[in-house]
């Protein structure tokens, strides 16, 4: 009877698991927002940029090039204030993709870039910066995302973030936050606050992702403190665009832990 018991007791304990697994599978895809066309996204000719409207002021862009012969997409953003466009990382590629999109930015989102923000040294989010630097842009990161700037090859933004995370363009405040190493060893957040929105950048995995992805310069082992510290100062968080794949909401941010989690029980 004993042993019928405890039998009884393993099976229950396992469905529960399984139904606990279940559940927040259809979690994470229930809340992935797709970046497929649609009637609030634009196109460039050649495919390799896309705007999607996200909400009435704020819009992700999205580049596409090629690394070790495969299509990638890298994920910025586009906030629009009272005193002009602030735009979240350059495109990926070239100068020419950057500056592609600010036409593009002044065409659909009918206002020029004032401000750019660089969320870490990866050419993904800087490969663009002398296209901004060539309009005059003010392009601003902390001071160790432009020493690495400069020792990746690129010109260095201006590193004020560390002393001045939170900026106010006309009434829109934007938020940056550096909450220690994960993906690289300089990645920061942007938060608006006025619309709930955390910009993950590559710190962030999206559901769809299924490893950490390139760990050139990473510290996993201290990637999860840092998530956590994201969580902890944003508890309120509405929607996350990460730097890869489909925006959607915080369970981008747990994701990324069982992620972590996964990579170091290897």
Request: overall charge neutral; proline content about 3%.
């Amino acid at each position: 009877m004993e042993m019928s018991m405890r039998a009884v007791g393993k099976v229950t304990v396992s469905l529960l698991v399984a139904i606990l697994v279940i559940v927040t599978s259809f979690s994470y895809q229930a809340t992935a927002k797709s970046k497929e066309p649609s009637s609030t996204s634009i196109t460039n000719p050649d495919k390799t940029i896309q705007l999607t409207k996200l909400n009435d002021n704020v819009w992700a862009h999205t580049s596409y090039n090629v690394w070790n012969g495969t299509t990638y997409d890298h994920n910025g953003l586009i906030v629009s204030t009272s005193k002009g466009a602030v735009l979240i990382d350059t495109a990926w590629g070239n100068d020419q993709k950057t500056e592609e999109l600010l036409q593009m930015i002044e065409k659909h989102v009918k206002q020029k870039v004032v401000l750019a923000i660089v969320t870490h040294a990866h050419d993904d989010s800087i490969s663009g910066i002398r296209a901004l630097l060539n309009q005059g842009i003010d392009v601003r990161s902390t001071r160790l995302t432009a020493e690495l700037a400069v020792k990746y090859g690129y010109p260095s933004p201006n590193p004020t973030l560390d002393e001045a995370p939170v900026l106010k363009i006309g009434g829109t405040v934007i938020e940056t936050f550096y909450p220690g190493e994960g993906h690289s060893q300089d990645n920061i957040t942007v938060w608006l606050p006025k619309y709930k929105l955390l910009f993950g950048g590559c710190f962030v995995k999206s559901l769809e992702a299924k490893d950490l992805g390139n760990l050139l310069d990473a510290n996993v082992e201290q990637w999860d403190d840092s998530i956590n510290k994201v969580l902890k100062k944003y508890p309120f968080i509405k929607t996350v665009v990460a730097g890869h794949g489909n925006w959607g909401d915080k369970s981008l941010l747990f994701h990324t832990l069982d992620l972590i989690r996964q990579h170091t029980q290897k």
